[in-house]
């Protein structure tokens, strides 16, 4: 079990268009979604934590009109990368925490590599 | 300095060694540690969590966190080619994780 989606897996876009990615739990409910980004050899930054109803918490740096988080379901949550530049293209990787469960345990999806031309 | 360090390799050992990955974290309120795996352009997959200092084995792996020392080490037995990924040690706390660098792995056959 712990089975988590994201969708698309790769994007590419125009400058100044908006992207969005999806991340579902496919057999578990998630309190708690995030949502990372990952340049080349580099580790996972957290860009923020989304609990679902509530707004999401963004981490500081991250721009939260350029990176809009919908946690609309215990179930899903989307990352909205609006009017994207060059500068976005990166690999996005969302991950769950269980619902009811108190180990910080994250399951992740499979990312999605956005290039913005 | 990071919260999290960790050598980011690359690492080649042949099929059959054992492989010791380390790191070393800052942050002393993290309560729990994780040890991810991941392939080239996917996503991280978890290979073991603990919450306290000590040794954890599941199969041709071990976990092992000092706190003391704040070291944290992945321990890979009988390495096999499909073990080739890039190893992420992680320190956590109010649910959120801090990830090292990564450090490639390659074992050849």
């Known amino acids: 079990g712990a089975v988590v989606s994201q969708h698309p897996s790769w994007v590419i876009c125009k400058s100044g268009t908006s992207v969005k990615i999806e991340c579902r739990s496919l057999?578990?409910?998630?309190?708690?979604m995030f949502w990372y980004r990952q340049f080349p050899k580099q580790s996972l930054m957290l860009m923020a934590t989304?609990?679902?109803?509530?707004?999401?918490?963004?981490e500081q740096g991250v721009e939260k009109d350029k990176f809009l988080i919908n946690h609309a379901s215990l179930t899903l949550s989307t990352l909205t990368v609006t009017s994207a530049h060059p500068e976005d293209s990166s690999f996005y990787i969302c991950?769950?925490?269980?619902?009811?469960?108190?180990?910080?345990?994250?399951?992740f999806g499979a990312g999605t590599r956005l290039s913005v031309l | 300095q990071k919260e999290v360090e960790q050598d980011p390799g690359p690492l080649s050992v042949p099929e059959g060694a054992i492989v010791s990955l380390n790191c070393t974290y800052s942050?002393?309120?993290?309560?729990?540690f994780m040890w991810y795996r991941q392939y080239s352009r996917k996503g991280p997959e978890l290979l073991m969590y603990?919450?306290?200092?000590g040794n954890k084995e599941d199969g041709r792996f071990t976990a092992q966190v000092d706190k003391s020392s704040k070291y944290i080490s992945l321990f890979i037995r009988d390495s096999q080619p499909s073990d080739s990924a890039t190893y992420l040690c992680?320190?956590?706390?109010?649910?959120?994780?801090?990830f090292g660098k990564g450090t490639l792995l390659t074992v050849n056959p």
């Open positions: 991950s769950a925490r269980r619902l009811a469960l108190t180990e910080g345990i994250q399951y």
């Open positions: 057999d578990f409910q998630a309190t708690t």
């Open positions: 989304s609990n679902e109803g509530s707004k999401a918490t963004y």
């Open positions: 942050n002393s309120a993290f309560q729990y």
């Open positions: 603990t919450y306290s200092s």
């Open positions: 992680s320190g956590g706390s109010n649910y959120k994780l801090t």
